[in-house]
């Protein structure tokens, strides 16, 4: 099993962050500060920890949110001493924006100075969600224009901020009701320059696609006309979720939208009885049975046995076939039965399906021990 991130969220953060504070603001109380956010620390997961020191912080800054928030922003540079690096280094700002999202809300401009400044060091995706909650109309307007910023982890955050479902954060019911507003700045961004901000275009996209089946259809059909590779490259990522759930508009966009057809042979999966720890191997023919070619999409659910005895359905990316007139072609695919930290294997029969271009075909099952 991975190490939880809290575990890299250690006390070494609160005792920088307090180095850092202290060498631009002489009259920060350090021994107090780290008293009171090691208060309960260990007991709190990653997130909770970040907001957590923020409050602390509040108490510790003068009671002026501008003189606060201005020590935080000249502390980011300073030297604190602590041995942090890896995935976790960027996480050390993760209170300098907790605390804005917390405090800044009466102090919009004061705000979006220190957001525009901290997401080029970690990310204001989390903190902009309460600005777009509270002052729609003004952070959109502001987002908009930082479409244009020199930035890209400024033009990546008009898009990851206002992502409806945006993980480790609340939603956005109000763009999840009319994701129109959110639409209007990703057309300023699906041929952005940066991969970075790319990736995330799509995401937000794939996440309205989730409430808006028919929207992200729509969408995706208008980028696709005239596209460049990069942006062809955004549609195929927004439309992951909805073609592994087969949806019939998504496959249409992206050329799968009529059933295929061809038939499914020799499918084997071995071992048939298998122990968690260990793998199983699928493999399948593929044969196309018109006398004309077919593109055919390929991929396999596998239906995962739950510890009540339910199912959960899986679906996996596999290939994309490009097949002729009575040709045939043989898949195979191992899949790891190790426990993980995003899924655990129970014992019980496991029912596998191959899909092609979304419509399902039975492989047959294998017994988990």
């Known amino acids: 099993m991975a190490e939880p991130l809290k575990n890299q969220y250690g006390q070494a953060i609160p005792r920088a962050i307090a180095n850092m504070v202290h060498a631009v603001y002489p009259a920060f109380p350090k021994k107090q500060f780290l008293r009171d956010a090691l208060d309960g620390y260990e007991a709190l997961e990653l997130m909770p920890r970040g907001h957590h020191i923020a409050h602390v912080l509040r108490r510790h800054l003068p009671d002026n949110f501008e003189e606060a928030v201005g020590i935080l922003l000249d502390s980011v540079d300073a030297p604190h001493g602590e041995d942090i690096g890896g995935s976790m280094a960027a996480f050390l700002f993760l209170p300098h924006t907790a605390l804005v999202a917390h405090y800044g809300l009466a102090h919009f401009e ?9 997401t080029q060091r970690f990310t204001a995706e989390f903190s902009i969600r309460p600005f777009l909650m509270q002052h729609q109309a003004a952070t959109l307007a502001r987002l908009r224009q930082w479409t244009q910023d020199p930035s890209e982890h400024v033009r990546r955050l008009v898009s990851e901020g206002t992502r409806p479902r945006l993980p480790w954060a609340p939603r956005l019911p109000a763009f999840q009701k009319d994701p129109a507003p959110v639409l209007a700045l990703l057309e ?4 952005d320059p940066a991969l970075y901000v790319r990736r995330s275009v799509a995401n937000n996209l794939n996440d309205i696609g989730k409430d808006h089946p028919e929207v992200l259809t729509r969408t995706t059909h208008q980028w696709l006309q005239g596209a460049s590779e990069e942006r062809q490259w955004i549609v195929r990522h ?15 966009v992206l050329g799968f939208g009529a059933q295929a057809d061809v038939a499914v042979r020799s499918a084997q999966i071995t071992p048939s ?4 720890g260990e793998k199983v191997v699928l ?33 996996f990316k596999l290939k994309t076939l490009e097949l002729q007139a009575g040709e045939t072609a043989r898949l195979q695919k191992s899949v790891s039965l190790a426990q ?30």
């Open 110 to 118: 004061a705000s979006m100075h220190a957001q525009h400044a901290l």
């Open 340 to 369: 993980m930290s995003t899924r655990t294997h129970y014992p019980g029969r496991h029912q596998v399906d191959a899909l092609l271009n979304g419509h399902a075909q039975p492989l047959g099952h294998f017994d988990l021990a």
């Open 188 to 191: 300023l961004l699906k041929d």
């Open 273 to 276: 009885r298998a122990a968690i």
């Open 238 to 252: 927004a439309l992951r979720t909805a073609i592994k759930r087969g949806e019939p508009g998504a496959l249409a």
């Open 283 to 315: 493999a399948f023919e593929v044969v196309n049975r018109s006398a004309a070619p077919q593109r055919v999409l390929v991929d396999f659910r596998i239906h995962y046995t739950k510890a009540n005895g339910s199912t959960a359905a899986k679906v």
